[in-house]
């Protein structure tokens, strides 16, 4: 599985061709900024120049570009960025060659803005009788670390028992329809979806405006279903960095799966030749939960039944058993209904996730109370084994339950990822 | 007026003793995490040491912090924070008294986190048999040149006729109830409220963070009527900085009042002596509204149209009649009903008023389209000579109505700054 992390060490080289085929955004910017007027057809010959976004004088940005093509899809193991936008769309056609065009617009696009540059390669504005081919919001902004990840979802093979393009041979056993956990109050709303995109960056400008940008190439085929903004992370796939805190004032993601382990990734993250549906080999299988947390009630529990809850203490996020927030946990040292101790590898067998979660608030919810929240992303090789048994067991008997309800929730099969220009998203699917 | 933008330019005597008052965010970590465990007794002698956060060996940041106290609040001509957090309240008690001493604690508080400390001064923690006095969410975080600023709304003096904490002879002449505008189609559940905080930061979990915080102290006596979040600023009061885009993906906050221009302030943002309500004196009036944009609408549009729309081209941002961004713009060159042209001050009798508006992208509509637009932020030194005459007339004329819907509003009379420790917010109006 090494191969597959080497997109993480350094850009790939079919990534390093396709960046020199388009204008970076800040390049276009100084260009138009000269107010030097450029036909559509000159645009190849600036192109060549390779304007990089080095070239304008700005101070440099650490890597602000994470390459797209890749044998694994970026978004997953990539390091976990600061701002979420995740959308779930209905396909509202039933013309799967229409469906099969847009993905590959999708693929173009994403290729274009994951690599900080506009949607069409640079030529906005140059036809001013038509729409620009970017909605423009992201000009002038770099990559941010931009990373964009599709997943499909159960309803796109099979849905009420139609199979509507064709798919339902190529269902993978693994996509299952989630049961129903105790204390699940799902909105339909905030719930399910054919197809998904999870777009991560470290400025969410660019995050919504590449949702944006696919939701209007989509338009006619997709419909928005429901998007969520995170606005702060709340895992870590990088061991060494400090582990954000949720919106209960808790580090609750120290163990996770680490995007450098490649071990780790390929026993619990990465589908496997031989684990069913050959189409996801290399892929992954998404679940997400939109988590209400109900914080006014957790704002009045003490300290010490609020760190009983995790089995951490609050300021230094050490497990008990421990001093500081890495050192191993004495599992039991914490109370049984404790989350850490519920949820540890320890006590399932050695089960993992990989989770990149944000956190949520959006507006209030009517009862004179913020509805924020955790909007839990997880990944995993097979739902079947991971999530499922995992969600079974914290439902029935995670004492964090007095505080959080599941809301929304959705599941999505993530194809391994595009490797070269001319691949397309969901080819090994479709193709 | 020279004197109250000190503030900005270097940080008020008042604000450094109050600082050495507690222990930063960042000491609290070192201190918890060296394992040492101190009563509560003896936070003040570890206080006294008067830990800053460049001790713990971090990267020093730009000036996180902004001065709480001043003649002016905070936040209105402070350049403008990357991310938004803002919030109304109802005020759900009679009682005079709770509400004093609620703007008492939320004054303390704010004075702390501002200076990204914890609310209760650091001792977080200390007490495992009580809830923490701090949420903790933002515990190691900077204090991300967070301001709050809060704001009286007409409600609060006479709702219904009913004086209900006896401030009735004190409402304002300018806090007018907005008049309905032509297209206006607001909504209950996003208007309105007896008060609001507006939190900027460039760190959006450090602006939620504070919120939540305010709103859990006014327990009782509050409760959260709506809330926004705004991911992305739309206005710089900062002239040499470059100015951010609106999800149209043009610039349309070029010309706006510069937080150091001393005179301008003065003549268009702080209230002044005589201006009526003498408790309002250094204070400023804030309409916010909730605009939603048919960006699906606006994307069909042809660059042409757009760039009609606004007055101005969509990459340089440069008005009709101009090269460049900030070049004087030629009204006569730009359509009848363009943005710019009907907006600009040359048109309204040199009419200005303070944006810090943001963008915002709250999940979808339930009609496939992402729920998206401007939250409009502007102050001004009385309602009726600038928000009223010139929404009336963009109401009625302006070409950008085909695509944006005002869909929420309010009105708060913002009182002046605190200007020392012991003072408190709304005291020259309950005092």
């Known amino acids: 599985m090494d191969a597959e992390n080497e997109q993480q060490a350094a850009p790939a080289e079919s990534g390093g061709r396709e960046r020199q085929a388009g204008l970076s955004r800040r390049a276009v910017i100084g260009w138009a900024g000269a107010g030097v007027a450029l036909g559509a057809a000159a645009v190849g010959t600036v192109a060549a120049a390779t304007m990089s976004s080095e070239d304008d004088g700005a101070a440099p940005q650490p890597s602000p570009e994470i390459p797209f093509y890749g044998e694994n899809q970026s978004g997953i193991s990539t390091p976990v960025q600061d701002r979420l936008h995740f959308a779930a769309f209905d396909v509202i056609t039933d013309d799967r060659d229409a469906l099969v065009r847009m993905l590959k617009e999708w693929t173009k696009a994403a290729a274009s803005i994951t690599g900080g540059r506009e949607v069409g390669g640079g030529a906005v504005g140059v036809v001013p009788e038509s729409p620009p081919d970017d909605t423009g919001e992201a ?175 609050k300021i230094e996020g050490a497990p008990y058993g421990g001093q500081k927030e890495r050192d191993a946990p004495d599992l039991a040292a914490m109370p049984a209904d404790s989350h850490v101790r519920l949820a540890h590898p320890d006590s399932n067998g050695g089960l993992m996730i990989l989770r990149r979660g944000y956190s949520f608030t959006d507006g209030s919810d009517g009862l004179g109370r913020l509805d924020a929240g955790l909007f839990f992303l997880a990944y995993q090789r097979d739902t079947r084994k991971a999530f499922v048994p995992l969600q079974t067991k914290l439902a029935a008997n995670d004492k964090l339950n007095e505080y959080i309800t599941h809301v929304g929730s959705a599941h999505f099969a993530c194809p391994p990822g595009v490797r070269k220009p001319g691949e397309w998203w969901g080819q090994s699917l479709f193709g």
Chains 1, 2 share one sequence.
């Open 139 to 313: 000009l002038g902004l770099p990559a941010s670390r931009l990373t964009l990840t599709i997943g499909f979802g159960r309803t796109l093979f099979d849905k009420d028992g139609v199979d509507r393009f064709g798919l339902k041979a190529k269902l993978p056993e693994a996509l299952v329809d989630l049961p129903k956990f105790k204390g699940d109050r799902l909105e339909a709303g905030r719930s399910g979806g054919d197809l998904c995109i999870q777009a991560c960056a470290d400025d969410p400008q660019v995050a919504v405006h590449a949702i944006r940008n696919l939701a209007r190439i989509g338009m006619g085929v997709v419909n928005v279903r429901w998007s969520q903004l995170g606005f702060g992370k709340t895992s870590s796939t990088t061991p060494d960095s400090q582990t954000p805190r949720n919106l209960m004032g808790f580090k609750d993601g120290t163990h996770n799966i680490a995007g450098t382990d490649a071990d780790a990734l390929a026993k619990h993250v990465w589908v496997a030749p031989g684990d069913g549906a050959d189409w996801m080999t290399g892929g992954s299988y998404l679940v997400a939960r939109r988590i209400r947390m109900t914080i006014e009630t957790w704002d009045r529990a003490s300290l010490k039944d609020q760190e009983d809850t995790f089995g951490r203490t």
